[in-house]
C-alpha cells in the first residue's frame, strides 16, 4: 500500500514562498509519477503540476505557471513543490498524488494521495 506524507504548509505573505515535500513509502517511487493538486473552500480540486516518474517531463497548471517548479528526488522517494511568489489566490488545501507510468493532468487518473497540507496566503 502505497502511502504519501505532505509537509511544508504554512501562512506565508504575499510575495513570499514555500517549499512543500511529498514523501512516499509502501512503493516503489521511480515507478510513479507524480502530481500536486489544490482545493480552495467551496471550489473544485484544481490541477497544479505534474512530473514523470524521472523527472524529465513536468507540466504546470496555467495559473501557477513561472512561480512554481515541481521536482522529485527518487532516491528520498521524494517530490516537492517549490512556491514563489505567492498570491492570496494561492490559499488552498495542497494535495500530492501518484499514479503508476504516464503522467496526467486530471485527478481521477491519480491513484493515491496524501492527506493534504494547508497552504494560507495573506495579503
Not at 1 to 13: A, D, K, R, T
Not at 21 to 26: E, F, I, M
Not at 84 to 109: F, H, M, Q, W
Request: aromatic share 12%; proline share 2%.
Amino acid at each position: 500500500q502505497v502511502q504519501l506524507v505532505e509537509s511544508g504548509g504554512g501562512l506565508v505573505q504575499a510575495g513570499g514562498s514555500l517549499r512543500l515535500s511529498c514523501t512516499t513509502s509502501g512503493g516503489t517511487f521511480s515507478s510513479l509519477a507524480m502530481g500536486w493538486f489544490r482545493q480552495a473552500p467551496g471550489k473544485e480540486r484544481e490541477f497544479v503540476a505534474t512530473i514523470s516518474t524521472y523527472g524529465s517531463i513536468t507540466y504546470y497548471g496555467e495559473s501557477v505557471k513561472g512561480r512554481f517548479t515541481i521536482s522529485r528526488d527518487n532516491f528520498k522517494n521524494t517530490v516537492f513543490l517549490q512556491m514563489n511568489s505567492l498570491k492570496p489566490e494561492d490559499t488552498a488545501v495542497y494535495y500530492c498524488a501518484g499514479r503508476a507510468a504516464a503522467i496526467k493532468k486530471r485527478s481521477e487518473e491519480y491513484t493515491h494521495w496524501g492527506q493534504g497540507t494547508q497552504v494560507t496566503v495573506s495579503s
